[in-house]
T-cell receptor, first 112, second 115 residues
């Protein structure tokens, strides 16, 4: 089972560039979410989705967009990258409200 | 607001000795609490969760945690550390909001295990 797959694993961007972080899951999970992990701060929720066509903002949504056109995919878009977005990004999915999260292996993003 | 505080940023133990990772929570109602583990360059994996059933929760790889309401604590323990336990551990509290379980993460405790 592939589980949650994130691509790319590493990415370097220049300030102002745009890119999309991909996330796909093959477990037919309704709930998907994006977190960023910064040293000494744990993980913080960026955006989440409770099903295809439904998304909402998390704790730190500024500078990021998401969409959920299918159950499987939940891409995260950076429209104009800033150095403050240098971080490790994790995508997660779950089958229900109280179900455990399944995490991808992360994307390490550096913005110069 | 719900939050968790992990009291140690680093814990060092010798292989075969007990592990104690401390977590205090703040919640205005009976919380759901979790411990996740992150090995280097990997995503997070659920170790165990508490959802108001038994106060002593057993997880994977010999870990367990005890929910103590009077102390607002949810400490993670293991009787005997193994080298493979070296990782970062996160205490997490859940916050229900418009039908989605938002997780609030602690800042993490890095467990170092020496031979």
């Amino acid at each position: 089972n592939a589980g949650v797959t994130q691509t790319p694993k590493f990415q370097v961007l220049k300030t102002g560039q745009s890119m999309t972080l991909q996330c796909a899951q093959d477990m037919n999970h309704e709930y998907m979410s994006w977190y960023r992990q910064d040293p000494g701060m744990g993980l913080r929720l960026i955006h989440y989705s409770v099903g295809a066509g439904i998304t909402d903002q998390g704790e730190v949504p500024n500078g990021y967009n998401v969409s959920r056109s299918t159950t499987e995919d939940f891409p995260l878009r950076l429209l104009s990258a800033a150095p403050s977005q240098t971080s490790v990004y994790f995508c997660a999915s779950s089958s229900g409200v109280n179900s455990p999260l399944h995490f991808g292996n992360g994307t390490r993003l550096t913005v110069t | 607001a719900q939050s968790v505080t992990q009291l140690d940023s680093h814990v060092s133990v010798s292989e075969g000795t007990p592990v104690l990772l401390r977590c205090n929570y703040s919640s205005s109602y009976s919380p759901s609490l979790f411990w996740y583990v992150q090995h280097p360059n990997k995503g997070l994996q659920l170790l165990l969760k508490y959802t108001s059933a038994a106060t002593l929760v057993k997880g994977i790889n010999g870990f367990e945690a005890e929910f103590k309401k009077s102390e607002t604590s949810f400490h993670l323990t293991k009787p005997s550390a193994h080298m493979s336990d070296a990782a970062e551990y996160f205490c997490v509290v859940s916050v229900m909001n418009t039908g989605f379980q938002k997780l609030v993460f602690g800042t993490g405790t890095r467990l170092l295990v020496s031979p």
